[in-house]
């Protein structure tokens, strides 16, 4: 069964750049898509983006100036860069398998960032 | 884009059963049979219910069902129990991005 952990820093200063990483275990990060999704505290969720093994990517229109996913193959982990962060970043980020056009059938445990000076 | 419209909370005795709509437009839930339901529960990260509109995965009760009319997904949740009570968003494929409803409070009464 697939398996995936969020790992990077829980506080981000404003007009930073945050930086979080998925690692993968229990399958091959060569197949599926995979994806970044966020959830505000006390608020739904959000889909960030996601991008497939080839490197291939789709981006929230909402968010796409200031996100990069990314992909390493050799360690079997995807990535996510958001830009220019504010308070209104300030979220738990889930990274997740997609199997397919919005179906995230594995979810990491979340990781909380906070946006704050 | 806009999140998809989903009523803020509905509630249910248990044994009855409840419907959670998801109300979209042409360029999401209703131009593609990729609607999807998660389950979140306090503190955890969501749970896939129903994929592809009315699809189960494996483990997934068969008290959850899913349906679709027009620009408007429902879950239905039948025989309901208390574990039921938890949060609950659809999800839609939109083309090339994908787009969740704004969630539903789920209270078990």
């Known amino acids: 069964q697939v398996q995936l952990q969020e790992s990077g820093p829980g506080l981000v200063k404003p007009s930073e750049t945050l930086s979080l990483t998925c690692t993968v275990s229990g399958g091959s990060i060569s197949s599926y898509y995979w994806s970044w999704i966020r959830q505000p505290p006390g608020k739904g969720l959000e889909w960030i983006g996601y991008i497939y093994y080839s490197g291939s990517t789709n981006y929230n229109p909402s968010l796409k100036s200031r996100v990069t996913i990314s992909v390493d193959t050799s360690k079997n982990q995807f990535s996510l860069k958001l830009s220019s962060v504010t308070a209104a970043d300030t979220a738990v980020y889930y990274c997740?398998?997609?199997?397919?056009?919005?179906?995230?059938?594995?979810w990491g445990q979340g990781t909380l960032v906070t946006v704050s000076s | 884009q806009s999140a998809l419209t989903q009523p803020r909370s509905v509630s249910g005795s248990p044994g009855q059963s409840v419907t959670i709509s998801c109300t979209g437009t042409s360029s999401d839930v209703g131009g593609y049979n990729y609607v999807s339901w998660y389950q979140q529960h306090p503190g955890k990260a969501p749970k896939l219910m129903i994929y592809d509109v009315s699809k189960r995965p494996s483990g997934v009760p068969d008290r959850f069902s899913g349906s679709k009319s027009g620009n408007t997904a429902s879950l239905t949740i039948s025989g309901l129990q208390a574990e039921d009570e938890a949060d609950y968003y659809c999800?839609?494929?939109?083309?090339?991005?994908?787009?969740f409803g704004g969630g539903t409070k789920l209270t078990v009464l």
């Open positions: 997740g398998s997609m199997a397919a056009a919005g179906i995230v059938d594995y």
């Open positions: 999800c839609s494929y939109a083309g090339s991005y994908v787009v």
